[in-house]
């Protein structure tokens, strides 16, 4: 007992204490591999599963609905098994090993899709590797994602982390996107030729092994500034039933998870028909849809010292406001300008347009994805001193499956607009000389921009509801502080 409470003031001392930049970088690594997974899962997949594989939308929308559906009740149990599992290995870690090979080899599986398969056979296939892919990212992002939240007990520090891992996660989603459109997707029908994605798949599903390993590793080193798992909890499932009301009496958690429930249900439906829009009605080549892709991911490197900047003076909760309606507002403009504004854009005209456009949203996505992160860190402070018990590992779950929830809506409903538009699928086996009529494109526009802005800028409003402000958190922490060495004491 006496040794336990002197490791815990050990690590509390270190957590006081700066993380060093190396530590930082190399943590963050880790989102690499899930910003991969992103690029892939957001915009090539629904591509992939009707233009090339010829599934219907609804048929590939309702495959990603199942998967992440599956994933979103599974999470729950993963955050709160991570936050309990006591190991020789250390915490967190054994979650991340076990989760790291099967999510890089499902990616691989899924974009090579065997060209025999069609029908309730090729369903079945994609759904499977969606579930193995989603349920073992999340074995390894939760773990990892709530060493983030445990590492420091710092109000900024904890920002500056989140920039870090968003940053990777941003650079992970870049690689996805050159690796495809520029490296095995170029070229005037690069997109449909079945036989690119294969080696796109697999350099992908090696590059996302060897992120996760290095961040594995900087969990390893991180051991000693983390909090022990609670002791005496009792039986599992008993305790995950008690959990889950106290997650659900945590006003702050609620706000926070209605805003990323209507959030990603805009984000998801919005990139999977980013490459259906870029392609046909804006009639952009590969190059410029390119560049265009990873203007969004370029924006992250402005988000970045502006959140930082801004965090100084700003509260979290008033940057994430304006960040998420900047991003609503930035959906909608330009699909809105081609169809009803005096003039129509030419695609060379339109491009640059769209690549400014494109940066400004990234940018307001890593703005406003710091503040909200680290909102989060904050709540499950605020959990601690509410309930007596840290569970950062459940919270992200808890978030995360409001994500997948909502993406995989965002991605049903995508899908579910394409056939009620009448977009056609195949169209790698049509040919290039198939014509779309004007009235199916118009539609696209709407259902790919709008129609995911008004999503977009509903979310920001639960916000106005969230009060942890930096001087409650400051005394929160101070107040955790004064009960540990009371604790302490009772021990000595």
Known sequence: MRQSVIDEKNAAALRGAPLTRRFKAAYGSGALADGIVAAGFGFFLLFYLTAVCGMSGTMAGTAKLIALLVDAVADPAIGLA???LRSRFGRRIP????????FAAAFGLLFSMPESLSGLPQFLYATACLVVLRVSLSCFVLPYTAVGAEVTDNYRERAAIVSYRLSFQNAGI???VVLGLGVFMSGTDGLLDRANYVPFAWTCAAAMFLAGMIAIRAVSAAQPRLHGPEKGEGNFLTGFGREMIELARNRSFLILFATVLTYFLAYSAHVSLALHASRYFWRLDST???MILLSTTLGPLLGAPISAFALRYIEKRTLSIAAFLAIALFLIWPPLLQLYGPVTLTPAAAAPILFVNGLLVGTAIMVGGIGFQSMLADTAD???WLFGVRREGLFFSGLTLAYKAASGLGGLIAGLALDAIRFPTDLGARGP???IPQEVLDKLALISGPLP???AALSPLFLFGYHLTRTRHARIIAELDQRKIDKAAAAD
């Open 82 to 84: 991570s936050d309990r």
């Open 95 to 102: 979650f991340m090993i076990f989760g790291l090979l099967p």
């Open 174 to 176: 870049l690689i996805g």
């Open 288 to 290: 410029a849809i390119q």
């Open 382 to 384: 605020e959990h601690e």
């Open 433 to 435: 000389g198939l014509v």
């Open 453 to 455: 802005a008004a999503f």
